[in-house]
């Protein structure tokens, strides 16, 4: 072991004057701990002393100064301090004294002093005095207090290095802490960068990811001089291309300029943490450049960075999408919060482009799935073409992307949607002799002081991307607040958290109205069950605004979950009346629930659960829906009419193929759409469709009803062309649902069985 190595490791070794008054009284307590031991072992010494290898008298037991040995022990000089002298000494001072001496040795060799034990001027003389056996007899509590020290030391340079470790987990645990809190990627980057900077002592941090156009820095004040734009690209060409497959912390060495008095150019070192992506590529690094102190990087400085580039990791891998590379929902809502703070006056704004490629649904159903996705990609790829510097793309979800272009105008955001979209017309999908071209639709909105608060500009971008979908797709559309689609999006948006909130309090009102057979031979009542909504001064919410933001934000599918087990509900609290009266209830089902894989297995349970007669059930589908989803529609309507339930098909007539599909379904009833009832008394063309509708049903022996019938001249013409059944405010008005299963209780009790108890009129 050479010099310098024992001088670093070896505990008795002093380093500073505090150090070694530490070290000595240190020794002086152990000593004193073993001072009843030493005089057990030799009852015949006068005392003990131990000197330490600077001859200095650490401790006496007799607590005296005694300048007879102090002289003594001086003089020996290298004896004590060369540890392959004689390990006992034994000489007679001038007084008469006889010492016998060990040496005390820390571990299994370092010599860190000398024990004395001191004995009466004729204890030495004595033909019983044997120094062999006496220091046979001392040594094994020499070699005890020897060891002590050494695990003292050892424990104490553990006491050490645990604080220090200690002092490195409370950084790591604020960093993960700060890390994990945010919700703003953003900030838990530069949190990380800022605070592993200050902790090493950095005067420049930097983390840089090119491709998706990270930078972050940290400056101490030091280098606030320093060209930062030079040591960025310094750090980029010519750093991050050393870290090319590694994922380990390193150290490099930067030499410095002659001559050159920038803080920067006098030499430092810099520590390097690869920021590895999904696919184990360096795409990034965090690099830690020259330390205010001057002192080299340490193995510890590694794993401790090597932990905060693995947080680094996690907060790009939450904030990023990993198909495209892109920035994700939250990490670009994280950007707008960033980039609203850049925003200086009234004056000043950005721009958002939103996208949503038109046709991907039918790339996915011609071609597959992960055709899709590679349409995908291509289309990320083609966004970020000639990218401008103060633009960031993020891809919202499934085939919604943004850019966020910062300090620019509406024209600037034109000019680089219109460039996108013409390079969208490459975007067309081949596979074998089949191909199809992708368009886009485009929604631009500006981002300023005020629309940026809240993520209002965002929600605007997106209604103007849905204006121009609405208006034709493959256009491009700018945001204008008095565009009457975008109002009806934002009164829509209004409706969705209030139809959200009546969802989860059951607060909707369900009523009845009923449906009277005209032609005499049907005399169980029948109703239809219909959903109202108040807003919050209990104002009636207009039925078609509830059910336009219903469907356009997909809550139809909850809705009529609802509004199917609330009925059901009522109805089993009422089973005697329902059974007894024969009654049937018909129920409206949306296009979006007959689509819902899952609509037929609720439905089963809640009729198997409540006992309730299928046949009190008509579920009511409407022809449009029923045709988009044709297979389902069929699987629907044979399995409800096989358990019992009747399936009527509504607004039949509206489409321009009605009759051609009217043979695929199994239905009980006919539901002539409203446009022809309620003009038919002046319109022969309406009378005409009704009266074909009408003829069709009977052929297929089906019933047919007349909804909207207000007037008893339009009643009397339905029944004259042979209509079965007829709905409106003419035959009845709607009532709550729980008033008229009342009425039907009260009327049960005044009416023989089989006896129509609720009027026709």
């Known amino acids: 072991m050479n010099a310098a190595a024992v001088a ?23 000593f004193a701990t073993a001072k009843d031991l030493l005089c057990s072992l030799l009852p015949r010494a006068e005392c003990f002393c131990f000197y330490d290898r600077e001859a200095y008298c650490v401790w006496n037991s007799e607590d005296n100064d005694d300048f007879e040995i102090d002289t003594f022990v001086a003089g020996l000089g290298a004896e004590i301090l060369n540890e392959r002298s004689e390990e006992k000494i034994k000489r007679t001072l001038g007084s008469g004294r006889t010492l016998l001496g060990l040496q005390v040795r820390s571990g299994e060799s370092a010599v860190i002093g000398l024990l004395l034990a001191v004995f009466s001027k004729n204890a030495g003389k004595s033909s019983s005095f044997n120094p062999d056996a006496l220091a046979a007899m001392l040594a094994p509590a020499v070699d005890t207090i020897g060891q002590g020290f050494f695990l003292n030391r050892q424990l104490e340079n553990a006491f050490e290095r645990v604080q220090a470790i200690e002092d490195e987990l409370q950084l790591v645990y604020a960093v993960d802490e700060k890390v994990h809190g945010t919700s703003h990627s953003h900030a838990g980057l530069a949190h990380l ?78 520590l390097l943490t690869p920021i590895v992506d999904r696919h184990d590529n360096v795409e990034g690094v965090i690099a830690q450049l020259g330390r205010v102190e001057d002192r080299p990087f340490t193995k510890s400085d590694r794993r401790f960075m090597s932990h905060v580039g693995r947080k680094a990791e996690y907060l790009i ?29 009234d004056e ?87 191909s199809l071209q992708v368009t886009m639709s485009v929604g631009i909105a500006e981002f300023d002081l005020e629309s940026g608060k809240d993520g209002k500009a965002l929600t605007n971008a997106r209604m103007t991307c849905e204006a121009a979908k609405d208006h034709g797709r493959d256009r491009i559309e700018v945001y204008d607040d008095t565009d009457q689609s975008i109002i009806r999006r934002h009164d829509d948006m209004q409706l969705v958290s209030q139809i959200q909130q009546m969802l989860d309090a059951n607060e909707f009102r369900l009523l009845a109205q009923p449906i009277a057979c005209i032609n005499g031979g049907d005399i169980r009542p029948r109703f239809e069950v219909l959903l109202r909504m108040k807003d919050g001064d209990g104002v009636n919410i207009p039925t078609a605004a509830f059910f336009s933001a219903a469907e356009r934000y997909q809550l139809m599918p909850q809705v009529d979950r609802w509004v199917l087990s609330t009925t059901i509900s009522k109805l089993t609290r009422k089973l005697e009346v329902v059974r007894k009266s024969n009654a049937v209830f018909a129920i409206n089902l949306s296009g979006q629930s007959l689509g819902d894989d899952g609509i037929l297995e609720f439905i089963e349970f809640e009729l198997e659960e409540s006992k309730l007669p299928p046949e009190s059930l008509c579920f009511e589908i409407t022809e449009s829906a029923a045709v988009s ?85 339009v009643r009397e013409l339905i029944t004259k062309i042979g209509v ?38």
């Open 8 to 30: 670093h490791t070896e505990p008795w070794a002093p380093e500073s004057a505090l150090a070694a008054d530490v070290e000595k009284l240190a020794y002086r307590k152990a």
């Open 193 to 270: 960068v800022g605070q592993s900077g200050r902790f090493l002592g950095i005067s420049y941090s930097l983390l840089v990811i090119p491709s998706k156009r990270i930078r972050i820095s940290a400056t101490h004040s030091s280098w606030k001089e320093v060209h930062k734009g030079v040591l960025d690209r310094y750090v980029v060409d010519h750093l991050l291309p050393k870290l090319e497959g590694s994922h380990k912390p390193a150290v490099f060495d930067i030499p410095g300029i002659e001559g050159s008095e920038n803080a920067a150019a006098q030499g430092f070192q810099t």
């Open 317 to 345: 891998e939450r904030s990023f999408d990993a198909m495209t590379g892109h920035m994700n929902r939250a990490g670009f809502e994280a950007q707008l919060v960033e980039s609203y703070r850049t925003l200086e006056s």
């Open 348 to 434: 000043d704004a950005h721009q958002i482009i939103y996208f949503d490629l038109d046709n991907l649904q039918l790339v996915n159903d011609t071609f597959g799935r992960s055709a899709g996705d590679e349409v995908i990609k291509r289309f990320a790829r083609l966004l970020e073409q000639d990218l401008p510097r103060s633009a960031v793309i993020s891809r919202l979800t499934g085939d919604d992307f943004c850019i966020l272009l910062t300090h620019a105008n509406a024209d600037d955001a034109l000019k680089l949607a219109e460039t996108a979209r013409e390079e969208g017309k490459k975007l067309r999908y081949l596979e074998g002799d089949k």
């Open 629 to 713: 989803n044709l297979r389902k529609a069929q699987a629907f309507i044979d399995t409800l009419r096989d358990r019992g339930c009747s399936i009527s098909l509504d607004d039949f007539g509206a489409g321009l193929s009605s009759f051609a599909y009217l043979k695929n379904f199994n239905v009980d009833t006919l539901k002539i759409d409203g446009s022809f009832i309620r003009d038919i008394a002046e319109n022969r063309i309406s009378e005409s469709m009704v009266a074909a509708i009408t003829q069709v049903a009977k052929v297929m022996e089906l019933n047919t009803v007349a909804e909207y019938v207000e007037s008893d001249q």
């Open 724 to 761: 079965d059944f007829a709905q409106g405010h003419g035959i009845g008005k709607p009532v709550e649902i729980d008033k008229v299963l009342a009425i039907l209780k009260r009327r049960l009790k005044q009416a023989p069985q089989n006896v129509a108890v609720f009027p026709a009129s």
